[in-house]
Nanobody
Framework: QVQLVESGGDSVQAGGSLTLSCTAS????????MGWFRQRPGKEREGVAA??????????KYADSVKDRFSISHDNHKHTLTLQMNSLTTDDSGTYYC?????WGAGNFWDLPASYHDWGQGTQVTVSS
């Protein structure tokens, strides 16, 4: 089991930026997806971004709603996953979760919560107008 600890959530004004970080222990040595999900009030948890970590080539995935505004990156040496969020809107408010332990196979997708079995406790992002 991977322990994930998120940080960086805060309250910001619309148009602002935030950087979320997730520290993972242990870090994977194979090519696995790690991702950021969010849960907005009254809505289901949704995939925001994911990237291949470990021995992978760092391929990235983004939800259409955050493409060109958010950027996911990772550091295999520092064992961290980062989400840079720019041009934030009130629709980006919610609890953001780091996810690991991706299960490869049919029916599993980077943006499907059930495809991951390790989750952080979440960090709150509030964007005000």
């Amino acid at each position: 089991q991977v322990q994930l600890v998120e940080s960086g959530g805060d309250s910001v004004q619309a148009g602002g930026s935030l950087t979320l970080s997730c520290t993972a222990s242990p870090w994977t040595s194979t090519s696995d997806y790690m991702g950021w999900f969010r849960q907005r009030p009254g809505k289901e948890r949704e995939g925001v971004a994911a990237t291949l970590v470990g021995s992978g080539l760092g391929g990235t995935k983004y939800a259409d709603s955050v493409k060109d505004r958010f950027s996911i990156s990772h550091d295999n040496h520092k064992h961290t996953l980062t989400l840079q969020m720019n041009s934030l809107t009130t629709d980006d408010s919610g609890t953001y979760y780091c996810a690991a332990g991706f299960t490869w196979g049919a029916g599993n997708f980077w943006d499907l919560p059930a495809s991951y079995h390790d989750w952080g406790q979440g960090t709150q992002v509030t964007v005000s107008s």
